[in-house]
């Protein structure tokens, strides 16, 4: 199964470092049912690229959490084995979160999956980064997502600029020049 893993670009540091993405689990997008039913089509080549957008859009969500990380969203397409992704996961496995819990906001985006095994980085099929002038947009959008989160309109729109710039392809041989290493 083709997966799409959010990082930054620290993190794709890290993982070029150590050879692996993670030991799992790890949160990726891919053409599941509920993004098949989500974006309403059967084009498998605009469904991985939904599935690319939801990565992206977790990327940014990665970005607001880390405020050192350089403003571009990373994404890691990665073919994994079928039996080490759950699709569709219940982010939150508390059978009883209390009656303060609001469910409905822990709902798995669509193509959410998670990979429970290791992940090679020589698995990847290809990186899509930002382009160095998209960095403005993905600041400001990182900065927006709370606001934006909460409904706020202006917010969105910010947030929705950065999904404006595409993402490049990189060739997972291109790693070490992306970083600069």
């Known amino acids: 199964m083709r997966v799409y893993v959010p990082l930054t670009l620290s993190g794709l540091t890290e993982a070029h470092k150590t050879g692996e993405l993670g030991s799992g689990p790890l949160v990726a997008y891919a053409v599941t049912a509920a993004l098949r039913e989500w974006y309403d089509s059967e084009d498998i080549e605009e469904l991985e690229y939904a599935a690319l957008g939801q ?3 977790a ?3 990665l970005l ?3 405020r050192g990380a350089p ?3 990373v994404v ?3 073919d994994v084995a079928d039996r080490i ?3 569709d996961p219940d982010p939150d496995p508390d059978p009883d979160p209390g009656p303060s819990h609001d ?3 822990d709902a798995a985006e669509p193509g959410e999956v998670r990979v429970t095994g290791r992940v090679a980085l020589a698995k990847a099929a290809a990186v899509h980064v930002d382009a160095d002038g998209a960095e403005a947009a993905v ?3 990182a900065e927006a997502l709370a606001a934006a989160d909460g409904g706020d309109g202006g917010a969105r729109s910010v947030v929705d600029g950065a999904e404006d710039h595409e993402l490049l392809w990189f060739a997972p041989q291109e790693i070490p020049n992306l970083l600069g290493s």
Do not use: I, W
Request: charged share 40%; glycine share 0%; aromatic share 0%.
């Open 55 to 57: 990565a992206a859009l």
């Open 59 to 61: 990327s940014l969500r």
């Open 64 to 66: 607001d959490a880390d």
């Open 71 to 73: 403003r571009r969203r």
């Open 76 to 78: 890691v397409a990665v």
């Open 85 to 87: 992704v759950e699709a």
């Open 103 to 105: 469910r409905e906001n």
């Open 139 to 141: 600041a400001a959008a």
